[in-house]
């Protein structure tokens, strides 16, 4: 029984990591964000200006959210190693 419950729990933990990661995707979505449409330091500047969050909707997010969204943001960036394009 002990063993079923530690493989429960690092299959709770693995989803939890993805749906993490899935997050910040789902944000950018409902906020119709699309990563590659600015540079990193553009995004940065958004993050930094609560008029510019609140143009784009990200005042409204929680703490959490706005750090996953940022993070995406970020790492998909149009200047990042993995940008991505409109429609994707």
Known sequence: MRMYKKRLFMIY?????LSLHASGV???KRLHLVAGKKAIVQWERIFKNER????YGIDKLSPQERKLLKQYLLDHAADSDHPTVAGM
Not at 52 to 55: A, D, L, N, T, Y
Request: hydrophobic share 50%; with cysteine; charged share 35%.
């Open 26 to 28: 789902d944000i950018a």
């Open 13 to 17: 933990c693995m989803f939890s990591l």
């Open 52 to 55: 510019k969050m609140k143009r």
